[in-house]
């Protein structure tokens, strides 16, 4: 019962992420706004530069590496306007610095690694600007941004992998489009919104999502184009947080959404989850104002929802543990609802696995599955 102590120590220490070797060779020097780089430099100053579309700084050969040896690059004046702090043209790595204040912070085209950077009240932190590409993102933060990480929309594909990071305070932190997602041991704080899966997939393992206003936006298009098609927690904890979903998005709706030895607790309302296939399990609900509420997604011709929901805990939440809409058909096993002030578990269609418990729920113990007290 201790893991989740460890989690949240996993999640503020730093990443051992690096993959780029110490490069032989540095050159040192004052750089200039609007330089082109095509060697390894370190920065021996901040660089603060007008505002104009050219880039303070352009990475244009593969391998470079940009130090900014603890310097700050930002954009002079007040607005973004329509600039930009870095621009990586070829596959290479910047770090050990912070960008503040252009439209966007980091922009790039390639593979890419940015280490122990903070982009700090930029419009959009990182943009990711056309083709496939990749992001290994590690040690940094990014706080104060309109849109923490972006992209060219329906322009854009490739990976984006996120370690031992923290994004506090932005408007929206993490926009998904067609890139496949890894998020670990980071943490989300005090977002508008922490994440927006548009299209692609999003694993998070290890990470914490806490005081924001709403943790995720996934809405479901019946087209079935542009969706969010997977959704993965893994030893995370969810907890004090205004809403699960967006004022105007409140339910969660992805293709397939699972949920593995997480925390969900103290949230300012319970989870909505239109799903076609599930897989929670090991999961802790306690002491949000409502359980997990489960149906199918809202297609034209929907498909009964289906998989396993067991060995999870229901304890303490407002209204039912956990509730299974008309239609849905998950299969539920070995859990446990006590002391949520309506049912333990409502699910006149779910499949009842066995192994079920109830106790001291405001409503009754369960409808649709058998319990034992």
Known sequence: MTWPLALLLLAATTAKASTQEEPEAFEARAVRCGEVLTRNTRLTRDLTCAGTPIPALRIAAPGVVLDLGGHTVRRAGSGPGDTVGIAAESDSTVRNGTIRGFNWGYAYA????????????????????????????????????????????????????????????????????????????????????????????????????????????????????????ELVFENSIIANNTAFGTPENPDWQA?????????????????????????????????????????????????????????????????????????????????????????????????????NAARGNGAGGCVGVACAP
Request: charged content about 15%; overall charge negative; proline content about 3%.
């Open 110 to 229: 390639a593979t890419v690694h940015v280490h122990r950077v903070a982009l700090v009240d930029n419009w959009t932190a990182i943009f990711h600007m056309n083709g496939s590409g990749g992001l290994l993102l590690t040690d940094s933060s990014m706080s104060g941004n309109r849109l923490g990480f972006g992209s060219e929309f329906d322009a854009t594909s490739g990976s984006i992998d996120i370690r031992g990071s923290q994004l506090s305070g932005n408007g929206l932190g993490l926009y998904v489009d067609y890139h496949d997602t890894r998020i670990t041991g980071s943490t989300f704080t005090a977002n508008e919104t922490a994440l927006f899966c548009y299209s692609g997939k999003v694993l998070i393992r290890s990470s914490t999502f806490t005081g924001n206003a709403s943790v995720a936006d996934l809405t479901w298009s019946s087209s079935r184009f542009d969706n969010c098609y």
């Open 255 to 355: 293709f397939d959404f699972q949920m593995r030895n997480t925390w969900v607790m103290n949230n300012g309302e319970g989870l909505r989850l239109a799903a076609q296939t599930l897989d929670v399990r090991g999961n802790l609900w306690w002491d949000n104002e409502g359980g997990l509420t489960l149906s199918n997604l809202p297609d034209f011709e929907p498909v009964p929802q289906e998989g396993p929901v067991r060995n999870n805990r229901f304890m303490s939440n407002r209204g039912d543990g956990l509730r299974v809409l008309p239609g849905s058909t998950p299969t539920l096993s070995s859990n446990t609802c006590q002391n949520n002030t309506g049912w333990g578990i409502h699910a006149p269609t779910a499949i009842d696995g066995g192994g």
